[in-house]
């Protein structure tokens, strides 16, 4: 069972007797139909695979994030982070799992950027840690936290990588959080001086940067149902968090162009495509609220410096802390978007009179289902990248793309790892996301999530989603089949290797 789906799904209880919107596991769901005769549902034919191809200068890439590979939670004055508090209290992660040690990255970097190397990659994307720069996220700069980034990308530089920057992917200096977390106003200067010490230090070097990784996931399980650091739970909580980060977006944006004016500034956005269940005139609006406030709640902020429309009723700025001015604050010209893309999600109208949303989010199983409970969904791709590509008109880089499968080493051949499913799963997915290239999507890169097994939030290490399998008791790296065949798709730019 798909943990924060569920935890998501039960909601109504953590959110303290308010009602929230409903995102929910469809088991019994299919949807469209289907019946004999058609493709299995969600699958892509051979000749789509056969006809995908990529532009020479494409950036083939894998993601990571500090938290999840770096391990040495208190290294070289590191500061303490929530996910280093949250980790630490027994029954919040799955099995007592903690970062404190995960893919032990931060010291085994050289060995994680040549299996890039191997696997003929191009682009890499990494996050920093805000607490190994400012240990208690304000004021005084810890050299050390810097000197190791720019080992990192030096070493980055010199396989051919490109090194792709996110500056918050989730580690907020818990230092912080004792003063409020991101509900706190104030966090928005905060993370922006952050922001400009990290541009400073290697802005010479690396010219594309996300702000942040998918700012409705960590503000709504972190601050809205309490199932990821600091676990929170409440509207009002989220809905100030959302804002805060919303300004810092706008505030960072400013703060790193001055610095450098070549930067390539972007944020990582969780995405998936939302489809009416009917085309009722209920839940067709539903969906449109859906997509306002699951997919582009930071980016039209960003765009346009005002939120989409995601809630029946109106905007409730007054319980965001919404002052004049704010929206001139929220905007950034971003130059480029980043897709996390997962699955997709049906859509129905459900009342909920306190608060506006109003919607069912399902996510059917209809097609394969992975190892934590995602259904697999090539098409979602295609739809999901086409929609952005046709409202915004601006470049895209698919920042992440992903299963979890449990595959291990052949006990007679323990160099091996054969992981079928996850190959077939990137074969298709990449071949959708040529197809919407194909049809005049400007897609830049893509990143598969991700290049090693690593610590996954609440789930700790249950599950395996690297192309990298990582035996955690000895930090032992393993390429699986299809790390071997990523690297033969990211040499040849076609998908029939
Ligand atoms: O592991 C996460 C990542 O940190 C953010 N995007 C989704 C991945 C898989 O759940």
New binding site residues.
């Given amino acids: 069972m798909d943990r924060r789906r569920f935890l998501i799904n039960s909601s109504l209880a953590a959110m303290g007797g308010m009602t929230f919107s409903r995102y929910m596991l469809g088991a019994q769901m299919h949807w469209p139909p289907h019946g004999p005769g058609m493709p299995p549902p969600g699958s892509v034919s051979e000749a789509e695979i056969k006809a995908a191809r990529f532009p020479k200068d494409f950036y083939w890439g894998t993601a990571t ?1 500090a938290y ?1 590979v770096e391990g040495a939670w208190t290294a070289d004055g590191k500061g303490e982070s929530i996910w280093d508090r949250f980790s630490h209290v027994v029954g919040n992660i799955k099995g007592g799992d903690t970062g404190d040690v995960a893919c032990d990255s931060y010291y085994r970097y050289p060995e994680d950027i040549a299996i890039m190397q191997q696997l003929h990659q191009k682009s890499v994307r990494f996050s920093v840690s805000w607490p190994r720069i400012q240990p208690m996220g304000t004021g005084n700069v810890n050299q050390k936290g810097l000197d190791h980034y720019s080992k990192v990308v030096d070493a980055m530089l010199k396989a051919n990588l490109r090194p792709m920057c996110t500056l918050y ?2 580690d907020l200096p818990q230092a912080l959080q004792d003063k409020g977390g991101w509900p706190n106003r104030d966090l928005y200067k905060y993370f922006a001086d952050y922001a400009e010490i990290v541009t400073k230090a290697l802005g010479d070097r690396v010219d594309t940067w996300a702000i942040f ?2 700012p409705w ?1 960590f503000t709504f399980l972190g601050y809205g149902i309490g199932i990821h650091a600091p676990g929170l739970t409440g509207i009002d909580g989220f809905l100030k968090a959302a804002h805060t980060v919303n300004l810092a977006q706008g505030e960072a944006y400013r703060a790193m162009r001055a610095v450098s004016a070549k930067a390539k500034i972007g944020t990582a956005f ?1 995405m998936s495509p939302g489809a009416p269940a009917t085309d009722s005139t209920e839940d067709v609006a539903a969906a449109r609220r859906f997509n306002a406030v699951n997919n582009v709640y930071f980016l039209d902020t960003a765009l346009y410096g005002r939120y989409p429309d995601a809630f029946e009723g109106g905007i409730p700025y007054k319980k965001m802390g919404f002052r004049e001015g704010d929206g001139e604050i929220m905007k950034a010209k971003l130059d480029w978007m980043g897709i ?1 893309y ?1 699955n997709r999600h049906i859509i129905s109208y459900a009342k909920d009179a306190e608060y506006g949303e109003n919607f069912n989010a399902v996510m059917p199983h209809q097609g394969p289902i992975t190892y934590n409970g995602w259904e697999v969904w090539p098409r979602g791709m295609y739809d999901i990248v086409t929609q952005m590509w046709k409202t915004y008109k601006l470049p895209i880089e698919i920042t ?1 793309n ?1 299963c979890a499968y449990s595959d291990g080493p052949l006990s007679d051949d323990p160099d091996k790892v054969p992981d079928a499913r996850r190959t077939t799963f990137y074969r298709e997915h990449l071949a959708e996301l040529a197809r919407a290239m194909r049809d005049g999507a400007d897609v830049r890169g893509y990143h598969a ?2 290049i090693l097994d ?1 610590f ?2 609440a789930e700790g290490y249950s ?1 395996r ?1 690297g192309m990298t399998y990582i035996d955690f008791r000895t930090e032992k790296r393993t390429i699986k089949d299809s790390g071997h065949w990523y690297g033969r798709v990211s040499a040849a730019g076609r998908l029939d290797v």
């Fill in positions: 994030a999840q992917h989730w990784n998918e996931v969780s996390n997962y992440e992903g999530w991700s690593n996954e939030w599950q989603f």
